[in-house]
């Protein structure tokens, strides 16, 4: 079993509408979890980063997170063509492990 | 402010030969992280770094590769007598001291080695 998994999609969606990634992940003692962001050809950049259950927002972008489920998602409202690129979920232990786990990631493009 | 400086963007090597890639953290950053990617794969991690310490080489091949980050100069890693399959994305990132992991992590632009 992956430590982490995406759905590899691709996922396609009009402009405008709501794109949803899942990302689940295995081990049940992980703490802090991340989506980055990375463009075909170029580095990833982090875009929303979630420690508790719940969901968090930052303008376009909430990260909803279900520890019990072990399960991470991100939702992209009002979906741009900017935002065509690859999404990865990554995962992280622990305050004393710096190491990230990533999802292979999944690709969305947006139809303008 | 500079970030994280890889270099070079592509290297280009044929099978048996070195292949040394850089990494120059971004300014106040103590800790240097490598990744590397596989085409159609996620980032798997391979060392985490501090000045002059090798804190976790978990993802690290257990031959011909090695890393190091000394006193002065940039994060440094080498791959001996490549491979095919060493083909791949190199990224490095940073972070602060004392930073949750990946909290405040930023990647570089990456280095492109090409196996021929």
């Known amino acids: 079993q992956k430590e982490v998994e995406q759905n590899s999609g691709p996922l396609s969606v009009p402009e405008g509408a709501i794109a949803s990634l899942n990302c689940t992940y295995s081990?049940?003692?992980?703490?802090?979890f991340f989506w980055y962001r990375q463009y075909s050809g170029k580095s990833p950049e982090l875009i929303m980063f979630?420690?508790?259950?719940g969901d968090k927002e930052d303008g376009r972008f909430t990260a909803q997170l279900n520890k019990a489920s072990q399960y991470v998602s991100l939702l992209i409202r009002d979906s741009q063509p900017s935002d065509s690129a690859t999404y990865l979920c990554a995962v992280n232990k622990g305050p004393n492990d710096y190491k990230l786990s990533f999802g292979a990631g999944t690709t969305v493009t947006v139809r303008a | 402010n500079a970030g994280v400086m890889q270099n070079p963007r592509h290297l280009v090597r044929r099978r048996g030969q070195e292949a040394r890639l850089r990494c120059s953290p971004m300014?106040?950053?103590?800790?240097v992280y490598w990744y590397r990617q596989l085409p159609e794969e996620g980032l798997k991690f391979m060392v985490y770094?501090?000045?002059?310490?090798?804190?976790?080489e978990s993802g690290m091949p257990k031959e011909r590769f090695s890393a190091e980050f000394p006193k002065e100069g940039p994060s440094i890693l080498r791959i001996q007598q490549v491979v095919r399959g060493d083909s791949a994305a190199y990224f490095c990132?940073?972070?602060?001291?004392?930073?949750?992991?990946?909290?405040?992590?930023?990647f570089g632009q990456g280095t492109r080695l090409t196996v021929v």
């Open positions: 300014k106040g950053h103590s800790h």
């Open positions: 770094l501090q000045k002059e310490n090798i804190i976790d």
């Open positions: 990132a940073s972070s602060p001291p004392a930073t949750r992991g990946g909290t405040e992590a930023f």
């Open positions: 081990d049940r003692g992980s703490q802090s």
């Open positions: 979630i420690y508790s259950n």
